[in-house]
């Protein structure tokens, strides 16, 4: 069982950077694959970032490539997302995602977080 919790989100204006943070409670944080995952208003939920394991391999989804990092701290239990020269079509509520695998992590997750809010205003 791994239970996450986001924090990070805000309002920030378009070309800025936030830094978001997931918390795992799970001592074997470092078996699970970690992702980012967003849901804009009146949208459906989208990929955004993942990472393996040991922190090497990462993937993007294309409208983030270039701007975002995911990073994890495997020491620390947590998962990161900086987010640099945001756009108001990065407005989304963010959630954390675990897995035990990259396919797994792309389609049913087994642990979510609640989600943090990030507004990129104009």
């Known amino acids: 069982q791994v239970q996450l919790v986001e924090s990070g989100g805000g309002l920030v204006q378009a070309g800025g950077s936030l830094r978001l943070s997931c918390a795992a409670s799970?001592?074997?944080?470092?078996?699970?694959?970690m992702g980012w995952f967003r849901q804009a208003s009146g949208t459906e939920r989208e990929f955004v970032a993942s990472i393996s394991r040991g922190g090497v391999t990462t993937n993007y989804a294309d409208s983030v490539k270039g701007r975002f990092t995911i990073s994890r701290d495997n020491g620390k239990n947590t998962v990161y997302l900086q987010m640099n020269s945001l756009k108001p079509e990065d407005t989304a509520v963010y959630y954390c995602?675990?897995?035990?695998?990259?396919?797994?992590?792309?389609?049913?997750?087994?642990?979510w977080g609640q989600g943090t809010q990030v507004t990129v205003s104009s």
């Open positions: 799970s001592a074997t944080f470092r078996a699970y694959v």
């Open positions: 995602a675990a897995a035990q695998t990259v396919t797994l992590i792309n389609t049913t997750p087994a642990y």
